[in-house]
Nanobody
Framework: QVQLVESGGGSVRPGGSLTLSCAATGFTFSAYTLNWYRQTPGKERELVAQISPSGRITTYADSVKGRFTISRDSTKNTVYLQMNNVKPEDTAIYYC?????????WGQGTQVTVSS
């Protein structure tokens, strides 16, 4: 069964750190680009970060560049999003996405709330 399962969300204070994980099953993990998106109520999903199949190429939204890091571990079939120096505007539901798998696979999302 093709599946993405996010974890690691929660509440964090501004300036703090959080690491999100996304465990993949049911497809050849190392063959696909993977994305992290986020969404807040009333807004479209925003692409936050992308990582190539090899992990050598990463891209970031300007809003998170220098603060977030995407990485992947093919031995664990898991993609990560390290979030540092978080800001209140980072509050959102974060989704893992594999755009090249079937017609695109999404996880169920994990809530991140940044508040003092």
């Amino acid at each position: 069964q093709v599946q993405l399962v996010e974890s690691g969300g929660g509440s964090v204070r501004p300036g703090g750190s959080l690491t999100l994980s996304c465990a993949a099953t049911g497809f050849t993990f190392s063959a696909y680009t993977l994305n992290w998106y986020r969404q807040t109520p009333g807004k479209e999903r925003e692409l936050v970060a992308q990582i190539s199949p090899s992990g050598r190429i990463t891209t970031y939204a300007d809003s998170v560049k220098g603060r977030f890091t995407i990485s992947r571990d093919s031995t664990k079939n898991t993609v990560y999003l390290q979030m540092n120096n978080v800001k209140p505007e980072d509050t959102a539901i974060y989704y893992c996405n594999a755009p090249g798998v079937r017609s695109g696979v999404w996880g169920q999302g994990t809530q991140v709330t940044v508040s003092s």
